[in-house]
């Protein structure tokens, strides 16, 4: 089974509008991250969100989390184009490694 | 702020040749990652390492792989024999605990020939 699996696997917006990215995952967590890279650079974690809380914040950023349905939504509120990026959610699994989903890829159009 | 470094940015190497990849974590953290990423594909997980050892592996981590600290600061990916299908973007992490948000360098790019 595969965990942290995003979608939708691609998302186009238009700047100003809110972008929401889902994430499910199949086994129990410690925690789950969300990161951002932009094409062909490195990631860069944007929120860690832990399996006892239920939603977390970032600026322009919300993280929600449901351990009961074992999966997490990234909300970003009044996109940027500059926002244009590919979205990953991992999770961290007891006695296991980082696992990280497909992505999502966010295109935020001016 | 702080930064993972990587060296070199980019890689070109002959098939069965071998590479060794360059990191530097962060000066205060104890757990060193290696992921890589395939041409539009997922982050995948190699290794991690704590303690002067292999902490997990995954399966991708087979025997032609090896990592090392050398000193304190450096944090070395080898690949013995390079094949084609190790092409990739590689990318050196590290965090201060092992639950710990990780912070990634900004990957090298190997490409096999």
């Known amino acids: 089974s595969q965990q942290g699996e995003e979608d939708p696997q691609a998302l186009s917006i238009q700047e100003g509008e809110n972008a929401t990215m889902n994430c499910s995952y199949k086994?129990?967590?410690?925690?789950l991250q969300w990161y951002r890279q932009n094409s062909g650079r490195g990631l860069v974690h944007l929120i860690l969100?832990?399996?006892?809380?239920r939603e977390k914040h970032s600026g322009r950023l919300r993280v929600t989390l449901d351990t009961s349905k074992k999966s997490s939504s990234l909300l970003i509120t009044a996109s940027r184009a500059a926002d244009t990026a590919s979205y990953f959610c991992?999770?961290?699994?007891?006695?296991?490694?980082?696992?990280f989903g497909p992505g999502t890829r966010l295109s935020v159009l001016p | 702020e702080p930064e993972v470094t990587q060296t070199p940015s980019h890689q070109v190497t002959q098939m069965g040749q071998e590479v060794i990849l360059h990191c530097v974590p962060i000066?205060?953290?104890?757990?060193f990652y290696w992921y890589r990423q395939i041409l539009g594909q997922k982050v995948e997980f190699l290794v991690s390492?704590?303690?002067?050892?292999?902490?997990?592996k995954s399966e991708i981590f087979d025997d032609q792989f090896s990592v090392e600290r050398p000193d304190g600061s450096n944090f070395t990916l080898k690949i013995r024999s390079t094949k084609l299908e190790d092409s990739a973007m590689y990318f050196c992490?590290?965090?201060?605990?092992?639950?710990?948000?990780?912070?990634f360098g900004p990957g090298t790019r190997l490409t096999v020939l």
């Open positions: 992490a590290s965090s201060f605990n092992r639950y710990n948000e990780q912070f």
């Open positions: 086994t129990s967590i410690n925690n």
């Open positions: 969100i832990r399996s006892n809380e």
């Open positions: 991992a999770t961290y699994n007891y006695g296991q490694n980082f696992v």
């Open positions: 000066s205060n953290h104890l757990y």
């Open positions: 390492f704590y303690n002067n050892e292999i902490s997990e």
